[in-house]
């Protein structure tokens, strides 16, 4: 039988050593700062049940769902006439119960319904975790990838927005980044656009265009909604909206103007507001802040507040997004349930720091020590100099004796471990231990204390 080349799904990778130090230190980063601001870990299994999660995302989502084969001998249960009938809808179901979660945020609301009783109003919960999708795998795009998610639930307060913004800005300042955008808009605000030209039966349209302004510019938005049905009076009614200039102070004040026979669009203007004036008592630590009324982010998910986030020191996608949604569980049968939430975009954070070199060069996941040793004493005498290191919390390996030395040191070298320790003879009766620097290649004699000591 022919070996079989070893390989993983398209749209799948293997995550190296270094690598997932990388990703444990963005992983848990932003944990820590979910905790720091009160909300509770969770996780949902790998897989819900097929009706659990169809529906949800539109036809096109659920053509991307991964389904499960249901155990067994699958075939066995379903009639023979069924099978006559080619169409995978109707097949699906009978051969599928279960299937890979396509995000967060259903399993999420399906948790809050199944475990109303158990959980306290606002629920406050984050969840780091992988998701699947039959999408076709393209560079930054692929089946199974990490989702970072915060959301609040049960509280309309819009105090939950600007702690948002405050979670950004605090995790991504502690990840190194330096000069990145949170921009804010509100579906309100669009509603209103929409109703001063009469066209609210088009907000998808109207809002798909502006949101392209910056890749098409303004004329390109004006060819866009001219094709779809806008009038040349239609544009020039919200031209002054859709290139809105100044602070966002300045940009409040002309959206109020422009907006002024909206109801709906003033109320997205004073939740904005709101969210600001609790902002400005409490200052933002490296983000810069933006009204950006093009943004829409899934319109027809958002109810309220809309957030992304985009460095600007790197050529990259939005890091993050996220907004009020009023209804999350109404599609488990629990109604009037508002919520909020964001999410960290993990592998585009990745390559950003990758890029920018912000990962830092030593790192508690890492072995910090070697201990190498030449024969079966050394190791004797190694263990219980590795059993006080590690109880003082330093990553320590002892090198199994039988090796020569040079192989021992190029062990260290390949997992960039910046310390070594030789012991050999001399070492065991004078107690004065050889403490090598990886990275200079300098050598001291060292006591045992003296190395406890050193590297705690």
Not at 357 to 370: E, H, I, V
Not at 419 to 448: A, D, P
């Amino acid at each position: 039988m022919a070996a079989i080349k070893p390989s993983v799904p398209k749209g799948t990778r293997d995550f190296s050593p270094t690598e997932m130090v990388k990703r444990n230190f963005i992983f848990d980063t932003i944990k820590s700062v979910f905790r720091k601001y009160g909300y509770q870990q969770i996780e949902t299994p790998t897989m819900e049940n097929l009706s659990t999660l169809t529906g949800k995302y539109g036809e096109e989502g659920d053509k991307l769902i991964f389904k499960i084969l249901n155990s067994g001998d699958f075939w066995e249960e379903v009639e023979s006439k069924k099978l006559e009938v080619i169409n995978s809808k109707k097949l699906t179901p009978i051969i599928s119960e279960k299937a890979l979660r396509y995000d967060l945020t259903v399993p999420f609301a399906r948790y809050v319904v199944q475990h109303q009783n158990d959980i306290t109003l606002p629920f406050k919960r984050f969840q780091v975790q992988p998701v699947w999708r039959a999408d076709r795998p393209q560079k930054g795009r692929y089946r199974e990838f990490y989702q970072c998610d915060a959301d609040v639930v049960g509280s309309s307060s819009l105090l939950n927005e600007a702690e948002f913004v405050l979670i950004y800005d605090e995790a991504l300042s502690k990840l190194g980044l330096k000069d990145f955008t949170i921009k804010i808009n509100n579906r309100k605000i669009l509603s209103g656009i929409a109703a001063i030209i009469n066209k609210v039966d088009q907000i998808i349209d109207l809002t798909v265009a502006i949101d392209k302004l910056d890749k098409i510019g303004f004329e390109g938005v004006v060819k866009e909604l001219l094709e779809k049905g806008f009038t040349e009076a239609d544009i020039e009614k919200i031209k002054p909206v859709i290139l809105l200039e100044g602070t966002n102070t300045q940009k409040l004040e002309s959206l109020r103007l422009a907006l002024s026979n909206s109801t709906i669009g003033l109320e997205g203007c004073d939740e904005i507001a709101t969210v600001f004036k609790y902002l400005a008592v409490c200052p933002l630590k490296t983000a810069k802040l933006e009204l950006d009324i093009t943004l829409a982010r899934g319109l027809n998910y958002y109810t309220g507040a809309i957030f992304e986030v985009k460095t600007n020191e790197v050529a990259m996608g939005s890091i993050g997004g996220g907004g009020r949604y009023d209804d999350l569980t109404g599609m488990f049968g629990l109604k009037g349930l508002t919520g909020v939430g964001i999410s960290f975009g993990a592998d585009r954070i990745y390559d950003v720091m990758e890029e920018l070199g912000l990962f830092p060069a030593n790192s508690n996941q890492t072995t910090r020590l070697l201990i190498c040793c030449f024969d079966k004493e050394g190791e004797f005498f190694g263990l219980p100099l590795m059993r006080q290191l590690r109880d003082k919390g330093i990553n320590t390996e002892l090198y199994p004796a039988g090796a020569k030395l040079k192989k021992q040191l190029d062990y260290a070298n390949s997992k960039n471990i910046p310390y070594t320790i030789i012991i050999g003879s001399e070492e065991i009766e004078s107690g004065l231990l050889t403490l090598k620097n990886m990275e200079s290649g300098t050598q001291e004699k060292v006591s045992v204390e003296e190395v406890v000591g050193g590297l705690t």
